[in-house]
């Protein structure tokens, strides 16, 4: 394949915008979001108590489930899943090898056994169809994410489950508000992970994490062991942790989750941006629009392309100080944290392609539309100097 001249078809203009915007975030919502952290200072009540009631209520309102449970982090809402659900040496637990690392991390450290299964090509999510091959008398649980904020396809997965006795926990990190089998993901499975790190969709001014699930017992074990396992002061009915939510972050996040529809509106309007400036362009072919089944509603955590010679033009791209960032560039089975579980090059191609081609634009409510056409712009002149780059080779007499 010929090689772009970069000298010829760099854009002479240069762009300065991040990849995510927390600040005009903040500037949106300064008034609400300064009055609910003063709320929390005059009350001088810092951990759990009144606010954090009041978001778990919200949150469980919004997703639609029994129970909403907030802890200090995602990855501790994967761990406290876990945990609740009894989970340790000598299980297995089957998730996707194309994550975050917690989404298997936190399998390790609960001294358990990760156990990866690939991708669908499309969805970048966990494929269905290679699930109950992954299935042993050993397995207790399957991780699906809804990676980018499109839904895994659960159904087969939820099936399978019942069918083998199985739990399954939802990794929503990226995908609060996304909607499946008619109801919001998070509340399918046993139980539902989310993140409310502070880039998510809703995101707090730090760490924060939730647990929600329809089991009222589940719940009150979750509520137990974020406290140290008590149930009254200097009490301790089971061992837990110390992973409770500031009152701070909850107050942030009420503000931030009043606003969370509308936002999630903006985002999918820009993610369709997008796919009608590169069909435009016409780059169907070097950028494939991101996968949107009409029965799975994608939040667009992330807008992620596929795309031929994605470091080349990645570079290419922040010639013009156009930001983009690649998630995830090694597959959590190619990681030296991941090397004892005894997994080789090869194992989960579509995980390692995926690896290799993925690239995503900046996308958040602030984002200027004009910055979505300079960087479809800027791709198009990418692809378009390396086809006259290939035509010019092809006439060279052989």
Known sequence: ?????????????????????????????????????TRVFESQHFILGEEVEGLESELA???????????????????????ALGIGPGDEVITTPFTFVASAGAVMQARARPVFVDID???????????E????PRTRAIIPVHLFGLPAELGPVLELARR????????AAQAIGARAEGRPVGGLGTLGCFSFFPTKNLGAAGDGGLIATQDPALGARLRLMRVHGSGSRYHYEILG???????????VLRVKLRHLSERTRRRQELASRYSELFRQAQLDKQVPAP??????????????IRCARRDELRKFLAGSGLPSEIYYPVPLHLQ???????YRAGAFPQAEAACREVLALPIYPELDPGNQVAIVETISKFYKAEARDERREESKPS
């Open 336 to 342: 030296p944290a991941f090397a004892p579980l005894g």
């Open 1 to 37: 394949m010929g090689r772009v001249n970069t000298a010829s078809a760099a854009p002479v203009k240069r762009y300065r915008f991040p990849f995510i915007d927390l600040k005009a975030e903040f500037a949106s919502l300064r008034g609400e979001l300064m009055a609910a952290v």
């Open 291 to 304: 996968f949107a089944p009409p029965e799975r509603t994608h939040v667009f955590h992330q807008y992620v």
């Open 121 to 131: 090509p499309a969805t970048f999510n966990l494929n269905p169809s290679l699930v």
């Open 164 to 171: 083998h006795q199985l739990a399954v926990i939802e990794d």
């Open 241 to 251: 942790t110390n992973s409770r939510l500031d009152a701070l972050q909850a107050a």
């Open 61 to 83: 309102e919004f997703l639609e489930v029994r129970e909403a449970v907030t802890c200090a982090s995602g990855t501790a809402a994967l761990e406290l899943a876990l945990q």
């Open 133 to 136: 091959q992954a299935v042993t």
